[in-house]
């Protein structure tokens, strides 16, 4: 492990240099991490403020929404400190001006992580209740249950990264070396890393899968329940019902369904790289973020440009998918509306 992060100077320069097939990646970066950080910082900064508004409030998925937005935040602003070449740019490795500032670095960071990968878990589960069981939902999607379901997802994995922090990380001549392995601890950090990874990534990955295909299916199966039905049913009653009670019977919230399909299948598209590329060098005894080797290397970059995309681009999603959310932008910018009766 020493002799991995004595040479990572090395390799960071003749990466810069362009004597490594990753070379590229890190050319891309220089231009693409700055304008994630920007978007991410300021779509999920946005976000956070129209979830506070009257419109989305009073809405349970609105915390978990503003939770996800916060800890996306935090990773985005966290993410660059890993980049070898900003440790190349700027000379030391800031996160090792202290042993105790080490640890901090990584539990908040595996802690932000893993919080935004469960959040897009809840809220999946929010929307599959809600289409499910539509007449239970009210009863079971309350404020009172997601504060619940916030403060225990915080509490352990809190205790869990705190733990595995502890004795985990470590700095190694002026590095902060993540999941160091010390020893005695060899097979703990193992056990550790693995599951942390089942954590981030894999585990929420499977249960996204599995609930969107359900409020998919659900959804279709209610599509072709209704065209027969709308077909047989005396036109003249239809016609008289308002267009909204109309809409309401045939597609209730399913445009913020969609919306909210779009960022748990983002989430598994663009994370799930990061988690193989982590297999990977666990698989090749190397250490993820100071790894010399080129192949392992240029997989970690493509991979963390992945995930950090995956933690900047809900906020256009739901601008895109949600016209009730662009409405609520909108009215932070004071700009008026053209139809402010046209809800999702």
Not at 46 to 54: D, K, P, Q
Not at 113 to 142: C, D, G, H, Q, Y
Not at 207 to 229: D, H, V
Request: aromatic share 10%.
């Amino acid at each position: 492990m020493e002799n991995a992060t004595n040479a990572s100077t090395t390799v960071t320069s003749n990466i810069i240099r362009g004597s490594s097939p990753s070379h590229y990646l890190w050319e891309v970066e220089y231009i693409l991490i700055p304008l994630l950080l920007l978007l991410g910082g300021f779509g999920n900064s946005l976000t956070i403020i129209v979830m506070r508004s009257a419109t989305f409030r009073r809405l349970p998925v609105s915390k978990l929404l503003m939770a996800m937005s916060l800890s996306d935040v935090v990773l985005n602003l966290m993410l660059p400190l890993n980049k070898s070449f900003v440790h190349h740019m700027i000379g030391i490795d800031v996160r090792a001006l202290s042993s105790g500032g080490c640890k901090l670095f990584f539990w908040i960071n595996r802690l932000a992580k893993t919080t935004s990968s469960w959040l897009v878990v809840l809220i999946t589960v929010e929307r599959f209740i809600a289409v499910w069981l539509p007449m239970r939902a009210k009863f079971i999607n309350t404020d009172r249950n997601v504060c619940v379901a916030l403060i225990l997802l915080y509490g352990m994995l809190a205790v869990f990264f705190g733990y595995w922090c502890s004795w985990a990380d470590r700095v190694i001549d002026n590095i902060c070396i993540m999941n160091s392995r010390p020893p005695g601890f060899e097979h703990l950090s193992e056990i550790f890393l693995l599951g942390g990874l089942l954590l981030y990534s894999f585990i929420p990955s499977i249960i996204l899968l599995i609930f969107n295909g359900l409020i998919i299916y659900k959804l279709a199966t209610r599509r072709k329940r209704i065209a027969p039905e709308s077909n047989t049913t005396n036109s003249t009653s239809i016609s008289a019902q308002p267009r909204s009670v109309r809409n309401t019977h045939t597609a209730p919230n399913s445009k913020t369904t969609v919306m909210l399909i779009s960022v748990a299948m983002s989430f598994v598209v663009l994370v799930t790289p990061n988690a193989v590329a982590n297999i990977v060098s666990f698989v090749r005894k190397e250490a993820m973020l100071e790894t010399t080797d080129p192949v392992t290397a240029s997989l970690r970059e493509a991979a963390q440009i992945l995930e950090q995309l995956s933690h900047s681009v809900n906020f256009i999603l739901y601008v895109l998918c949600n016209k009730r959310f662009r409405d609520g932008v909108i009215t932070m910018f004071k700009i008026n509306k053209t139809h402010p009766n046209n809800h999702n």
